[in-house]
């Protein structure tokens, strides 16, 4: 029965977030038709991380998950979605309205993918760490699944919204029949106080700075690869061809990702979640800085960094979250795993809107290459953290004890 389960809520979660980077893999197709500067450009996708800060806010305070049958949530929630995200064929490209269809869509995914790790979690007390790490996997797949479907859409941009809305109403009807785990309870409702808590807590303090800076490049990442690599491609490749390599360099390096989450999971629990963050932030970090250096050279040495760059980029995100699990007193864990992740989706709104403009003023090469302060930034953290947990006597103290 656990087998059945998470396997129908794994294909279900892939499904549903196939609806995050809409946007940004049909954002060349839509240029097309309409003049968009760069502000708008990068509010069609930071709008859906700001949506998503909202609606998790929201679904935390009023406890949806808890005082509902949460694959009654999801099921709403990704249908739901589905149906706002369709309006994207009806409104004006690049408008507000547009914009504001990917903000509700983004609201209502909050109810996707925490509420599927919820369910994820009450299947096992042993090995969360590696079934948080298939949701994630399963996120990391379903996002990258926009830039296939645009890959062989032929520039028909329509029907890639439609496609990615009728995945996202499936995945809904089929996490109606996901089972709910022996270990399923209610998670904590968010506590204000737990903002004191991030703040005192050293573990846990470390745990929210190693995630900002692997929130600081990840969905800048995922976002702009497409165009960067698109761009990069263009300087000798013919426009139309380095667009469509482009979208397959997206969906390789975000699909890719999706797959190394898993084995980060098994990994961190056996050697070490601070150890394996590390690792991973340290090839991330030198995967932004060679393919800026690579930019407007061979495409296939772009395209490798840039798939090597997409498997580093994530296997760290379930490492952070259980930490702050780990270091967090067990009455307030919900509502700290709640502010870490608005926390950092907050923090996504403006690397992403940023990005394209850091583009026009510096270039490429200079603005990718920024992205790389955010893992760095992210390793002395996991670091200072692992010194903290070889002594216990710090250990105790940061973790209240």
């Known amino acids: 029965m656990k087998f059945r389960s998470i396997s129908l809520l794994v294909i279900a979660e892939l499904a549903a977030m196939s609806l995050w980077f809409v946007s940004a893999a049909i954002l060349p197709d839509m240029l097309r038709e309409a003049d968009m500067g760069a502000g708008r450009q990068a509010a069609l996708s930071s709008a859906v991380q700001a949506g998503f800060v909202v609606g998790a806010l929201v679904s935390a305070i009023f406890g949806f998950a808890d005082r509902h049958d949460p694959r009654h949530v999801f099921a709403i929630t990704a249908i739901g979605a589905a149906a706002v995200n369709a309006l994207l064929i009806v409104v004006p490209p690049g408008s507000i309205a547009a914009i504001a269809v990917r903000f509700a869509t983004g609201a209502l995914l909050a109810g996707v993918y925490p509420v599927g790790m919820k369910i994820a979690v009450g299947w096992s ?23 296939l479907m645009a890959f062989f859409g032929g520039g028909d941009w329509r029907a890639i919204v439609v496609w990615a809305s009728l995945a996202s109403a499936f995945a809904g009807l089929l996490c109606l029949f996901v089972r709910l785990g022996p270990y399923h309870q209610a998670a904590a409702a968010f506590d204000p106080r737990a903002i004191l808590i991030a703040w005192t807590n050293r573990r846990v303090r470390l745990a929210y700075l190693g995630y900002l800076g692997h929130m600081w490049e990840l969905y800048a990442m995922w976002a702009w690869i497409a165009a960067a690599a698109s761009a990069s491609y263009a300087v000798s490749m013919a426009e139309p ?54 930019f407007g050279g061979p495409p296939w040495l772009t395209f490798t960094l840039a798939i090597i760059w997409g498997l580093s980029v994530v296997p760290d995100s379930a490492q952070f979250s259980a930490l702050v699990a780990d270091a967090s007193p067990p009455e307030v864990s919900g509502s700290l795993l709640t502010l870490q992740t608005a926390l950092g989706f907050g923090l996504t709104i403006a690397t992403v809107q940023l990005f394209p403009f850091g583009v026009e003023a510096f270039g490429w090469p200079v603005t990718l290459s920024v992205l790389a302060a955010g893992p760095l930034y992210g390793i002395w953290a996991m670091l200072k953290l692992r010194a903290l947990e070889n002594r216990p006597e710090d250990a105790a103290i940061a973790s209240g004890k």
């Open 241 to 294: 061809e380095a667009t469509e390599l482009g979208k397959f360099t997206a969906f390789c390096a975000i699909g890719l990702g999706g797959f190394a989450c898993v084995a980060a999971g098994v990994i961190g629990d056996r050697w070490g979640k601070a150890e394996m963050a590390a690792a991973a932030m340290a090839v991330s970090a030198a995967s932004a800085l060679l393919v800026a250096w690579s």
């Open 125 to 147: 007390a042993r090995d969360r760490a590696f079934l948080v790490g298939l949701l994630v996997g399963a996120l990391t797949l379903g996002s990258a699944s926009p830039f």
